[in-house]
């Protein structure tokens, strides 16, 4: 089983409009189904897992499936698989 870890967001690419913008992430992944064993990753560009977020409809759960989603996807991408529970990110919550 591998793990995705979102260990940092590095920067942040404008989306389609004002509402919109890309997450760039650097992201360790583990496990024993990893090829070739640990990997951190800058995602196929090397600027960063893409992350696509809409800030107008952004909530806990909209945040966690954008996140799980990108990550699975680079995981297939680099020839292995991710369920959504295998992926970890820093979780953000609304202040008071």
Known sequence: MAKGIVLQYVD?????????????????????????GPLIDMGALE???????NIGT?????????VETAVRARAVQLGFTLLNTDVLMPTYSRGT
């Open 12 to 36: 942040v690419d404008p989306g389609a409009d004002d509402n919109n913008v890309v997450l760039l992430a650097r992201v360790l992944f583990v496990g024993a189904t990893v090829p070739d």
């Open 47 to 53: 600027n960063g897992v893409p992350i696509p977020l």
């Open 58 to 66: 952004l909530s806990a759960t909209a945040y966690s499936n954008a």
